[in-house]
């Protein structure tokens, strides 16, 4: 079992930033890959970027390249997403997921998931 638990969500104005950061505890020796998604009210969950967690080779989705940075710290377990000149269509639950066998931008291909982290860009 692999627990993840997000945190730096928060309200921020358009052109902002925010950090968000994913605690792993738990088997994440066994950790292939962890993922950000976002799901904005209404939309289905989206892929946003991904990180090999060992090789620390990264990719990302269309829309966040070159705003958003996926990053991590193998000794505290955790992996984090800047995000820079935040819009208000970035405004969604941001979750954090891992993957125990690839490195995947595919939803229902992760293994564990946190519980969430509400960003809202005001305009």
């Known amino acids: 079992q692999v627990q993840l638990v997000e945190s730096g969500g928060g309200l921020v104005q358009a052109g902002g930033s925010l950090r968000l950061s994913c605690a792993a505890s738990?088997?994440?020796?066994?950790?292939?890959?962890m993922g950000w998604f976002r799901q904005a009210p209404g939309k289905e969950r989206e892929f946003v970027a991904v990180?090999?967690?060992?090789?620390?080779?990264?990719y990302y989705a269309d829309s966040v390249k070159g705003r958003f940075t996926i990053s991590r710290d193998i000794a505290k377990n955790t992996v984090y997403l800047q995000m820079n000149s935040l819009k208000p269509d970035d405004t969604a639950v941001y979750y954090c997921?891992?993957?125990?066998?690839?490195?995947?931008?595919?939803?229902?291909?992760?293994?564990?998931w946190g519980q969430g982290t509400q960003v809202t860009v005001s305009s």
């Open positions: 997921a891992a993957d125990l066998e690839k490195a995947t931008a595919r939803v229902l291909e992760y293994d564990y």
């Open positions: 990180i090999n967690w060992k090789g620390g080779s990264t």
């Open positions: 738990g088997r994440t020796f066994s950790t292939y890959a």
